[in-house]
């Protein structure tokens, strides 16, 4: 990364017993939009905070292009932000609303006019200027939220689950919307959320936390198709997993066994041969085919039909029950409860997870 706009370095803060930043460390790059995903209480929004310095870290430091910012207060960082229950002023005006940061930052009545007007016009709220809040639907709502953030142009903004509220075809729309004015703008992104689609569609890169700590960063195709290690793979994406015994690997082939099968993973990993690993396999690498077809034999346990595609839960008399997504528009066999079938699949297809 060419020298990043924001760094931070050994962040941690606990709460009591709580490690809500355990050693975290994350450099972001100017002009990318950067997604810290996790479950609940994975403290992402206690990193947020911090780097907003609504929050005094217990450890550790944050540089904004190079310069010391750890003690520096929250109105003079200078970040947009949206936070989730960081709602407009029930009193003012849309207008009133926008303009705020730009009021406080005691710029000219004539700037501010301009200003407001652009922004309202870069969420598509022009016509809306002179309403209440009360007067707007949830996503218009968040849209002047996002207005008023960008009102002063910071060079940074910090987003808390900001479309979490929404219905799902809205949020749908807005994260269409959000991702292509960040095009248009160029300003950093920091964006939390808790929704594995929305981090996967939206970001440049994903970082994904669990209790206070990073488990995996990376653009969205790498974490789900390279996931490191069991919660990734679970966590980012549904998967099956094999727990497998080495027989030996030459090169990148490595030869699996698991309860009375084996078969062949091609993999970049080194495994020694003798040792226990756990291979993620993606639902729609399975292939589900009819008896003999395929190298497993399988009988159909559950389907479930989802539109465009169908998941069906399938059990193998010794590795059990595994999930395959199959697409709707071009299945060979229909897959019912009871039926016998293969299953399958390609030796690239499985990932070798590390232990933690
Ligand atoms: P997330 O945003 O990922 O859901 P948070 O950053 O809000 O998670 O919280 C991380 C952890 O820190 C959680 O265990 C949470 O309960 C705890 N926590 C956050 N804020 C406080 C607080 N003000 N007091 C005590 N515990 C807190
Ligand atoms: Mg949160």
Redesign the pocket.
Known sequence: MTSPILSINDAV?T??S????DQVNLDVAEGEFLT?L????????????AIAGF?KMDGGSLTLRSEDITNRPPEHRDFGMVFQGYALFPTMTVRENVGFPLKVRKKPAAEIQKKVNDALEMVQMGAFADRMPSQLSGGQQQRIALARAMSFSPQVLLL??PLSALDKKLRADLQWELKALHNQLGVTFIY?T?DQDEALSMSDRIII?K??SIQQQGDPNTLYNRPRNKFVADFLGKSNFIDVTVGAQTGTTLQCAAKGVAFNVETDTHNAAGSDVKLALRPERLKLGAPGEEFLPAVVKQVSYLGERCQVIVKHETLGEMLISCPTWKTDITPVAGLAVSIGWDPDAPVVLSED
């Open positions: 803060k709460y009591g709580i490690r809500a930043l810290l996790g479950p609940s209480g994975s403290g992402k929004t206690t990193l947020l905070s929050i808390d689950e939390v808790h936390l209790d206070g």
